[in-house]
């Protein structure tokens, strides 16, 4: 199938005939092709955006409610086919894929029920006869760009926000996993979302955010990815005055105090760290375990990375797919080999798993030296970092070293550590004592290089809306 691209209420193979390949990665073969969109196309979609902004916009926020409420039932109707799809083009087990797919309905539920509630306010004035009142509007027609780990989970966010906000969206969806992000869409046409306020778009990345920001068409950019892209695109946009919400990589800290259940946190560690092979902006990344239980909570940990089942996602009893890209697999390798070259030790792992796809083993490095390029760089891949501290605020300070401040989690019963931990810690998100992060209804984001504003809670409206102020004399 080659209509891969929707654009002002129709699905379309576009205007020329560049593909990219759909691969499998869990066993390397080429499973599909997706069309790119081309500037003809783009511009398409942009005038299609347009036209439908003033018409969207208007629709009031009950109706809006209605329609997504609508495209949450046919999301949690098509939740097993996008499943299927996820497993298929990004490799992650059939169990988290379902949770991903399945967890779209309440986003955009929750959405629907926050486009009801984006209240104004009214400014007590200096004279009785003038009324000031602000105004939530809004903020126009949004490029959107989201990422293959969460192929749904991330592009869910950006389509609910947007369109209950009154935005119109051009959504670029990764090429490497059309498929689920074509059902999603679907869910919302469905729902009777009008032809032109919903486009989807695959392409040559760079081509697409080149053409599509500086247009005075589009107000709003939400970009999720690396550090690296977000920085492009954000002095992109800050070429052309566009607002901006940027959710980029991370390297989160973990910190387990002496306090801590040593064996039963490290396999909340081990699960969360192996969680889609690493490939999680929120991953755990540094494991910083005080002395007294470092050795209990590496043994344990280690247990449970050699343990893990490795294999196609599709497959009864795999607990860990491949990575998405045989790119990562290389930078998997590199890592590894600089952080022993600088002294760490291998615990477990840190090969290329098998010759068939693009695994590669649970990987757990201990005594890792600041020197080495995976204590700066994010791995994004299937490797944990396990060092020793002697005491918190020695730990807090080496969570706060990096740039990155997307994700931080800490583990002890002591209400004083916790507390150091959640004040002390420069991060968007702290989750402690357990895993509590990106439900719809909480806000989710970085701070520092790992970018800023928040996607899900009441902040993730506000970010596709802008403030009019009225001023009326009534005299
Ligand atoms: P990459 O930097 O090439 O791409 C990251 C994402 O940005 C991809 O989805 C890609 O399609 C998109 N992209 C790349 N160049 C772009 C451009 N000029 N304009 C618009 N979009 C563009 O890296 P990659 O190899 O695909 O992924 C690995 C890295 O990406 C990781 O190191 C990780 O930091 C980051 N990443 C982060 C997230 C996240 O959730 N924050 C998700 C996926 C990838």
């Known amino acids: ?13 576009g205007s020329g005939t560049r593909r990219g390949a759909v691969i499998n990665p869990a066993t390397g073969e080429t499973i599909g092709a997706v069309t790119f969109a081309e500037a003809a196309d783009l511009d398409a979609a942009l005038a299609a955006a347009n036209a439908a902004s003033a018409g969207w916009a208007r629709t009031s926020a009950y109706d809006r409610a209605a329609i997504l409420k609508r495209a949450a039932a046919n999301a949690r109707a098509q939740a097993e086919a996008m499943a299927q799809a996820i497993t298929r083009e990004q490799g992650k087990p059939l169990s988290e894929a379902r949770m991903e797919a399945g967890s779209a309905g309440d986003h955009i539920e929750w959405y629907a029920e926050e486009a009801r509630r984006t209240y104004g306010r009214v400014i007590p004035s200096r004279q009785p006869e003038v009324m000031q009142s602000v105004m939530l509007e809004p903020v126009g027609p949004v490029a959107a760009f989201s990422p293959w780990n969460f192929p749904i989970g991330q592009l869910v966010r950006k389509l609910a926000g947007a369109l209950a906000a009154g935005c119109t969206i051009i959504a670029k969806a990764p090429e490497e996993t059309p498929t689920c992000a074509m059902i999603l869409i679907q869910c919302f046409v469905d729902a009777g979302v009008p032809a032109g306020v919903l486009n989807l ?36 946009a800050a070429r052309h005055l566009k607002r901006t919400t940027m959710e980029l990589g991370g390297h989160a800290p973990f910190i387990v105090c002496d306090d801590a259940e040593a064996e039963k946190v490290a396999l909340l560690g081990a699960a969360l760290k192996f969680r889609n092979a690493g490939q999680v902006c929120a991953s755990p990344t540094r494991f910083l375990v005080q002395d007294a239980v470092a050795e209990r909570f590496t043994t344990a940990f280690v247990a449970r990375a050699r343990a893990l089942r490795l294999g196609d996602g599709a497959a009864e009893g795999t607990e860990m797919g491949p990575l998405a890209h045989a790119r990562r697999l290389d930078m998997m390798q590199a890592l590894v080999a600089d952080a022993l070259d600088q002294g760490a030790r291998l615990l477990t792992g840190g090969a290329r798993h098998g010759n068939t796809g693009f695994f590669f083993e649970p990987t757990v490095l201990a005594d890792v030296p600041l020197s080495a390029r995976i204590m700066q760089e994010e791995p994004f891949g299937p490797i944990a970092i396990v060092n020793r501290f002697a005491d918190l605020p020695e730990a807090i300070a080496e969570a706060n070293r990096l740039p990155y401040g997307l994700a931080a989690f800490g583990f002890s019963t002591r209400t004083d550590r916790t507390h150091a931990m959640a004040r002390g810690i420069e991060t968007g998100m702290m ?40 001023s009326q004399f009534n005299g």
């Open 1 to 13: 199938m080659t209509d891969n691209l929707y654009i002002n209420g129709q699905w379309t193979s």
């Open 201 to 236: 778009v695959f392409g040559v990345p760079a081509e697409i955010s080149a053409h599509l920001i500086p247009s005075p068409v589009i107000r709003k950019i939400s970009f999720t990815g690396s550090v690296p892209v977000g920085r492009l695109l954000g002095e992109l």
């Open 431 to 470: 989750s402690i004592n357990h895993f509590g992060l990106a439900a719809p209804e909480t806000p989710f984001g970085g701070i520092k290089d790992s970018g800023h504003g928040s996607e899900g809670g009441s902040e993730g409206i506000l970010s596709y809306l802008t403030p009019k102020f009225v």
